[in-house]
T-cell receptor
Framework: AQSVTQPDIHITVSEGASLELRCNYSYGATPYLFWYVQSPGQGLQLLLKYFSGDTLVQGIKGFEAEFKRSQSSFNLRKPSVHWSDAAEYFCAVLNTGFQKLVFGTGTRLLVSP | DTGVSQNPRHKITKRGQNVTFRCDPISEHNRLYWYRQTLGQGPEFLTYFQNEAQLEKSRLLSDRFSAERPKGSFSTLEIQRTEQGDSAMYLC?????????????FGPGTRLTVL
């Protein structure tokens, strides 16, 4: 069965510093991978997705993610964090039947002044 | 039509009562999903519709839960005889019938509190 691991429950980053959120997946074939962001009390907004091709994908709000098959990872990065980026971030993989997303437990990002 | 909408946004109920939530997907989307998110966890899949047909149900969806999408447009999720463990955010998502690119668009969710 597919699974996603986000090893960091909380991360605190200073405003203006770079960010990397880790995501590891378990999947038998080429995965379809997603990063979503959730602000408090809100639904999920898609940041970026990977299906195939270039392993470095660009998303909204200045985020990017790199797919590394050898490490089963899909880490999210941003070169300079803004206070408005404080939120919860979820990595997800699409299951084999293409019908549902399997999410990690999320990483809460705190941005310090 | 700017996105997926869900009503109500918040629901507080007493244990044992029935509740019903509604989801209106993006109009041209034929696939509709329900997820449940408990505190500190990622969303977990509950069920999925393609048009009006309910094609998959998670084992999380006990007999007290029922979902419908009668005309292939909006969907309702009903929980009967609510329990405190049902307290969660219930998220609805929809997707365009675009083959492998199953990008799901999420609504704001309905937060259920069972007292």
């Amino acid at each position: 069965a597919q699974s996603v691991t986000q090893p960091d429950i909380h991360i605190t980053v200073s405003e203006g510093a770079s960010l990397e959120l880790r995501c590891n997946y378990s999947y038998g074939a080429t995965p379809y991978l997603f990063w979503y962001v959730q602000s408090p009390g809100q639904g999920l907004q898609l940041l970026l997705k990977y299906f195939s091709g270039d392993t470095l994908v660009q998303g909204i709000k200045g985020f990017e993610a790199e797919f590394k098959r050898s490490q089963s990872s899909f880490n999210l990065r941003k070169p300079s964090v803004h206070w408005s980026d404080a939120a919860e971030y979820f990595c997800a993989v699409l299951n084999t039947g293409f019908q549902k997303l399997v999410f990690g437990t999320g990483t809460r990002l705190l941005v310090s002044p | 039509d700017t996105g997926v909408s869900q009503n109500p946004r918040h629901k507080i109920t007493k244990r044992g009562q029935n509740v019903t939530f509604r989801c209106d997907p993006i109009s041209e989307h034929n696939r509709l999903y329900w997820y449940r998110q408990t505190l500190g966890q990622g969303p977990e899949f509950l069920t999925y519709f393609q048009n009006e047909a309910q094609l998959e149900k998670s084992r999380l969806l006990s007999d007290r839960f029922s979902a419908e999408r009668p005309k292939g447009s909006f969907s309702t999720l009903e929980i009967q005889r609510t329990e405190q463990g049902d307290s969660a955010m219930y998220l609805c998502a929809s997707s365009f019938p675009g083959g492998q690119y199953n990008e799901q668009f999420f609504g704001p969710g309905t937060r259920l509190t069972v007292l």
